[in-house]
């Protein structure tokens, strides 16, 4: 059992370090989409308001898709799975 947990060190290291910068990516991109989903979903409305509901609709389901609530959550979502795998790994 000893060996297969040496043999199992630089992959745990490897692991390590990319789940460390994946958080990091994931803290930056997660603001930057915010704004950006903002951003988007103000011109949504304009759309809406302007009368131009398929645009804005679209808008809407964009600016959802960038949210919080979407790409980063699945991100979230695989970076938990690949910090399970690693305390798996350790274990």
Same mark, same amino acid.
């Given at each position: 059992?000893?060996?297969?947990?040496?043999?199992?060190?630089? *992959?745990? *290291?490897?692991?390590?370090?990319?789940?460390?910068?994946?958080?990091?990516?994931?803290? !930056? $991109?997660?603001?930057?989409?915010?704004?950006?989903? !903002?951003?988007?979903?103000?011109?949504?409305?304009?759309?809406?308001?302007?009368?131009?509901?398929?645009?804005?609709?679209?808008?809407?389901? !964009?600016?959802?898709? *960038? $949210?919080?609530?979407?790409?980063?959550?699945?991100?979230?979502?695989?970076?938990?799975?690949?910090?399970?795998?690693?305390?798996?790994?350790?274990?």
């Amino acid at each position: 059992m000893k060996m297969v947990k040496i043999l199992l060190t630089p *992959i745990r *290291i490897f692991l390590t370090v990319t789940i460390s910068v994946f958080k990091f990516l994931l803290s !930056f $991109s997660s603001t930057i989409l915010a704004i950006i989903a !903002f951003v988007v979903l103000m011109v949504g409305i304009f759309f809406f308001v302007d009368g131009e509901k398929a645009d804005g609709i679209y808008a809407l389901v !964009f600016a959802w898709v *960038i $949210s919080p609530w979407g790409l980063p959550m699945v991100a979230t979502w695989l970076l938990s799975r690949l910090i399970i795998f690693r305390d798996w790994l350790k274990n």
